[in-house]
Structures are given as structure tokens and as C-alpha cells.
């Protein structure tokens, strides 16, 4: 059974930063996908980007150029880097990983940006 638990979540003013951390049991990190996703209130999930099994990344558009993607595979852990936050970057952050048989989250991570 794959169990995927973020964390790294907070509060955080305008212009700072966040590492964000899925944490993987059940699967191993360097041979899969890992996708990310957040949902802000009042709106659907929205997919941020993901990271292949080589290390290779993908970015939706309106995060790119803030948010680096990274495997830690001695931890088993997926990080997002999330830097210069805004505050329409509040949400809860989410990891992802879908095989054939299921599609696996995490209970998600809250991240605020205010000042």
C-alpha cells in the first residue's frame, strides 16, 4: 500500500520561501512520477508540476520560474521548492502519484502567505 505525507507547510510573508516534502512508503520515489498539485480555497486542485523517474521536471506555466522540483531518493521523499510566494500562492499543497491500480495523495499541506 503506497502512503504519501507532505509537510513543510506555513505561514510565510510576500516574497519568501517554502520547501515542501512528500514523504513516500509503499513505492520507491526514483522510479516513479510524482506530481504536485494545490487547491486554494473556493477553487479546484490544480496541478503545479511533476517530476519523472529520471529527474526530469514539468511546470505549469504560472509557476515555473518559482518553483524548483527535486527527489531526495536516500529519504524517499519528493521536495518543491517554492520561492518569491504570493499571496494567491495560499492553498493546500498536495503530492500525487497515480500506476495502474490507483491514484495516491497525501493529506496535503497548508501553506499562507501574508503579511
Known amino acids: 500500500q503506497v502512503h504519501l505525507v507532505e509537510s513543510g507547510g506555513g505561514l510565510v510573508q510576500p516574497g519568501g520561501s517554502l520547501k515542501l516534502s512528500c514523504s513516500a512508503s509503499?513505492?520507491?520515489?526514483?522510479?516513479?512520477?510524482m506530481n504536485w498539485y494545490r487547491q486554494a480555497p473556493g477553487k479546484q486542485r490544480e496541478l503545479l508540476g511533476l517530476?519523472?523517474?529520471?529527474?526530469?521536471?514539468r511546470y505549469e506555466d504560472s509557476v515555473r520560474s518559482r518553483t524548483n522540483n527535486s527527489k531526495d531518493n536516500s529519504k524517499n521523499t519528493v521536495n518543491l521548492q517554492k520561492n518569491s510566494l504570493k499571496p494567491v500562492d495560499t492553498a493546500v499543497y498536495y503530492c500525487?502519484?497515480?500506476?495502474?491500480?490507483?491514484?495516491?495523495w497525501g493529506q496535503g499541506t497548508q501553506v499562507t502567505v501574508s503579511s
Open positions: 509503499g513505492t520507491t520515489v526514483a522510479f516513479i512520477t
Open positions: 517530476i519523472l523517474s529520471g529527474g526530469s521536471t
Open positions: 500525487n502519484y497515480r500506476n495502474h491500480r490507483k491514484d495516491y
